[in-house]
């Protein structure tokens, strides 16, 4: 039996969070929520939420708390969140969305949250060879996990295309709302005995061995006592 998982991912940009949260809702069987997804989506269906939300992407500042936190907090009311669990992916990314979450999961509370640890010099090189799937968020990168069929994504069939905020000005300012605004939740999950600290270095299944470890430990611990 497997009892699903109530887990989020930290991490700075090309940590490698976006590959290991699609990877872990597989493994627990959980939906994969990721705010990026959401508003790259919202953003291609032209609403008008869409264009308020492209206005922050395009230049790499954070999208406002309110507008956020409204919408996780819609996604993880619906019955295959609250039954099963969820990997977050991008959110948290500041204080008080952390507090609004902690809230929002009262009062069953999170199992992990899951620090992917990399060095900001491989950033940037995953950064500028990072690939995306329009349609269903997988990532592919062009020097060593490229889609099968150029420019086609292996899991759907959807357009591989480059962000279109993986531009130097961009990468360097989220970089730096990275530092000031999520680094923070690191301490701040640890405080909580909530945060597991990972090395990002190593291939993708080398890294989700390292995490599956780690919250199956906790999630054993937490049905056990
Ligand atoms: P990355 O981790 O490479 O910056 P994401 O796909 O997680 O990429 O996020 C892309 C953009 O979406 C961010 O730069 C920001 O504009 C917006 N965004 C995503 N999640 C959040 C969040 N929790 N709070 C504010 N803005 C967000
Ligand atoms: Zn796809």
């Not at 969070?17 to 953003?43: C, E, M, N």
């Not at 060879?129 to 990168?141: I, P």
């Not at 999520?182 to 945060?195: K, S, V």
Request: with cysteine.
């Amino acid at each position: 039996m497997n009892p699903g998982a109530r887990l989020l991912i930290l991490g700075k940009q090309g940590a490698g969070k976006g590959t290991q949260a699609v990877r872990l809702s597989r493994h627990y069987v959980v939906p994969h929520i990721s705010t990026g997804d959401t508003f790259r989506q919202a953003v291609r269906s032209g609403s008008e939420f869409g264009q308020k939300a492209k206005q922050y992407l395009d230049v790499g500042e954070l999208v406002p708390d309110e507008l956020v936190i409204g919408m996780v907090r819609e996604r993880l009311t619906r019955s295959d969140t609250s039954h099963r669990g969820f990997v977050l992916d991008g959110f948290p990314r500041t204080v008080p969305q952390a507090e609004a979450l902690e809230d929002m999961l009262a009062p069953n509370g999170l199992h992990l949250a899951v620090d992917i640890e990399i060095d900001t010099g491989m950033v940037l090189a995953r950064l500028a060879s990072r690939r995306v799937c329009v349609d269903c968020g997988a990532n592919y990168s062009v020097i060593d996990n490229p889609p099968r069929v150029p420019g086609l994504c292996d899991v759907c069939g959807g357009e591989v295309v480059q962000r279109d905020d993986d531009t130097e000005g961009a990468i360097r300012r989220r970089l730096e709302l990275y530092d000031r605004e999520t680094a923070p939740l690191i301490a701040w999950y640890a405080e909580r005995q909530l945060l597991t600290r990972i090395d990002g270095l190593g291939t993708p299944d080398e890294v989700t061995e390292r995490i599956v470890l780690e919250v199956d430990r906790r999630i054993l611990r937490s049905a056990g006592g």
